[in-house]
């Protein structure tokens, strides 16, 4: 073949042998441009629903050391994974050859680990509570299915710690509310995705439960402590079973028949609550939850959620609220919980912690099923679109406890961007303190562009932290100002 | 641990044996927030460039087949990289155990393959030529040093087949400016990307050769064409020799002692000439990359590169062009050259490609090294700026062929932003069609905002193409009149 510098260049080689054909690895994904930029699509809703609600990236490596996995899984663990080791490295080639050793390194299955062992590298420089999201790859062994590949995108959302504890030790009603609280958050950034992605509360539901709701009402009915463990399997495998096989198995254990009707009940019919019909606050099965829908509905996604005792997620680290987001036709789109024991089994303090994960095949799939995949041309638009500001457009505090659910209202509904405002990125402390001027101060270290101090139950100041006058105006009208004074 | 659903929850099991503390391994990265958004701030950048300049993002699987990089390099090959096998596969397992055979796998050391492989597998269907780039991670199984880790992300660009030739076999001359203007394109998309994170031609220089220039250089001195190779050679480790050995091996193979000097003089002071010093038309070595000068020079990018007879580059597949940005005090930032026989050795038809990589540690090491890193809150801000829009801002054409060079200068400049104009994404037809038509429904594929009509030497005419009145303009307003359209 001719070559650009050189009109008579020598002879090339003679034609190597065959010619080979190549394709992408089984359950791998060659990305065209239209598929790339579909990546991108989903890649930056999951990043500007998670910056608005004042999340903040991190990573970390695509492989990780095996032991890594073993913590909460031991060593079989490792046969669900890809393993990974340097061909250069005598030392690794020699365990991945000896069947009592393996591979040094896996390709990452799931972020939570990495999290942890990041978050406990680092537990006493980083900010209480930390807000972190991620969105890369992650690889699973298994045989590729609908919805299932072994190489896909993911994206996680973490709420590590507590929000608003003072001093001392909390009461169990004020640590309750406090996880509610962190649990609401990650809930509502996740609508908050779905929303602008167009879903509607009517076509995807977030369903949750906790397993501690179980616990509680066995408590108050009087079942036997050591029933509590054999009853969780049962509701744990209840759906493998016919509702004759499971009264039995309720019967062997010796549960009372009014708890295996419950039991069976939670199984056949399953218990679901739609919140928009009512707060079911007087439902025993319900009332751990109590702190959690008063939350939910604080930060305005109620109508999306549902409480569904079918709801157990498999994974064993959980240890109260789990939920998952599900549609007709396809498989959970998103699911978590709370995993509070998992940073201390990492290396770190106790700290309690929620999150979840949102796979990007599943995402496909629902849009294109619902119909809510741009054209090639908006498409094209939407990708050229400004991203969510990393700096927060308002920082919203109060000197007045009692003002505290406003603080909270108003930052969920700039984040969502009521009526016509735009949706922002809003934030507010999770300190106790309602000392304006270290409030103040906290939002200027987050480089906040407005300080929005909610002075009474109707009225606020607006005060730009870069230059300019501060300035009163109704509560409600914040969001339109704000939205007007920011994209002008 | 107390829990949030469950004032009294039953006691947690007793607490593991002992706490573990895990790293993240040798040679990768954790990124917490601020490097995250470094990451961000980087790749961000590449895609900025790539999309002013036209390139359409792609991506392939993370893991390929491990045949794959054997196409190239033989088996041997794959001692320099991680491989990767399914712990659920009895075979895969099996095969890594097994010491002739290896795994099935291995996590890319580079884009290359993948791209070649992609290309290869739609080359009917693609558009003649196709622009790509992608930026991810990629992975080596060498010893971490400085400017070097084991998992690193790199940004890909390149030109595959060539612009603007027509129907017909092309004659050597139209062939070697065609090749020359797709590694223009290459290079000037790089100068870009350097000039946007503030590097100048002061302290960054792309540093070009060919080892055709060698090649032509010394048909025309008459060495025999037997020692055309052997010479090669000894240029290629001529750094690892003293003058006194090199003159000695030179003898040898029987170089002219002429041959030998100029051999010499390539090692000791290096052939280097900075393009701005004059249009080095009349030195013989030079004479194979005359194309290539006269299209950096219409791009606007000759005052960053320079034509130095050290750079060689180390991959076997180049067959042409090769260049380097280099830096002084680091390796080389990027690299990259001409391979017109990989698309075909990956199964596809016969098409010349030219391309770089950039990895983003060396680039981050010397933004730090020339504190071009912007501070915290100034990278905040520059994170939320709007990315290059996809569609392409404007789509310049002519009807006269004589124009033709004023087409390319033009979506130059609007690439680069002259004066106080914004930087657009520009591209013109690589058809060699000069129907007006034509151009303007290729324009209309690619969603152009605007085409621009190259009317004569100083006038064109700006059309909108979403809606609105075409008008004319003198040709030297068209950037500051397009700027103010698209960002009024």
Redesign the interface.
């Known amino acids: 073949?001719?070559?650009?510098?050189?009109?008579?260049?020598?002879k090339?080689a003679p034609a190597?042998p065959a010619?080979?054909?190549?394709?992408?690895?089984k359950g791998?994904?060659?990305?065209?441009?239209d598929?790339?930029?579909l990546?991108?699509f989903i890649t930056e809703a999951w990043r500007n629903a998670s910056i608005r609600h004042g999340f903040?990236?991190?990573?970390?490596?695509?492989?990780?050391?095996a032991?890594?996995y073993k913590?909460k899984s031991g060593d079989g663990i490792?046969?669900?994974?890809?393993?990974?080791?340097?061909?250069?490295?005598p030392e690794d080639v020699e365990a991945?050859?000896d069947?009592s050793r393996?591979?040094p390194?896996?390709?990452r299955p799931e972020f939570t680990p990495?999290l942890a062992?990041?978050y406990?590298?680092?537990a006493a420089q980083l900010s209480k509570p930390t807000k972190?999201f991620?969105a890369g790859?992650f690889?699973r062994?298994?045989r590729p299915q609908r919805g299932r590949l072994?190489?896909f995108l993911q994206w996680n959302v973490d709420f590590i710690g507590l929000p608003g504890l003072g001093e001392g030790k909390p009461t169990?009603?004020q640590?309750?509310?406090?996880?509610?609280r962190a649990?609401a958050e990650c809930i509502a950034c996740c609508v908050d995705l779905l929303r602008s992605l167009g879903f509607t509360p009517k076509n995807v539901r977030v369903k949750f439960y906790?397993r501690?709701?179980w616990?509680?009402w066995m408590?108050d009915e009087g079942v036997p402590?050591e029933l509590?463990q054999p009853t969780f399997m049962l509701l744990d495998s209840r759906t493998k079973m016919s509702e004759d096989v499971l009264r039995q198995r309720c019967a062997e254990i010796g549960l009372p028949p009014r708890i295996a009707s419950q039991v069976i009940l939670g199984s056949s019919m399953g218990v679901s609550w739609d919140l928009t019909k009512g707060h079911p606050s007087l439902l025993g099965l319900f009332r751990?939850?109590q702190?959690?829908l008063d939350a939910l509905i604080d930060l305005g996604v109620a109508e999306w959620c549902e409480i569904d005792s079918s709801i157990v997620r498999g994974l064993a680290y959980y240890?109260?609220?789990v939920f998952e987001v599900i549609a007709d036709g396809e498989r959970a789109v998103a699911g978590g919980g709370?995993y509070?024991?998992l940073i201390?089994?990492?290396?770190g303090p106790?700290t309690?912690a929620v999150g979840f994960g949102m796979g990007d095949v599943v995402l496909t799939n629902l849009l294109r099923d619902k119909g809510l995949l741009p054209e090639?041309?908006a498409l094209?638009?939407k990708?050229?679109?400004?991203?969510?500001?990393?700096?927060p457009d308002a920082f919203v505090l109060t000197a007045d406890e009692s003002l505290d659910p406003l603080v909270r209202g108003l930052v969920a509904d700039l984040r969502r961007g009521v009526e016509s405002s735009h949706s922002l990125h809003a934030r507010h402390s999770y300190k106790s303190t309602r000392n304006v001027g270290k409030l103040l101060k906290e939002a200027a270290a987050q480089?906040a562009r407005f300080a929005v101090i909610i002075e009474t139950a109707t009225t606020a100041t607006i005060k730009p932290l870069d230059a300019g006058e501060q300035f009163q105006c109704p509560l409600s009208e914040v969001p339109a100002r704000l939205s007007s004074l920011l994209h002008p």
């Open positions: 073949m001719p070559d650009a510098n050189n009109p008579n260049p020598p090339p190597k010619k080979r054909s190549f394709q992408a690895p791998t994904r060659d990305l065209y441009p598929d790339a930029n990546r991108r903040e990236e991190i990573d970390g490596p695509t492989f990780e050391d032991e890594l913590v490792l046969a669900e994974m890809f393993g990974v080791f340097s061909g250069k490295s991945v050859r069947p393996g591979p390194y896996v390709l990495t062992r990041m406990a590298a680092r972190w991620t790859p690889f062994a298994e072994r190489e169990d009603d640590l309750a509310e406090s996880k509610a649990d906790s501690m709701s616990v509680a408590q402590p509590v751990p939850m702190p959690l240890t109260g609220m709370r509070d024991n201390e089994l990492f290396g106790p309690p090639r041309k094209l638009d990708l050229s679109q400004t991203p969510a500001p990393l700096r480089h």
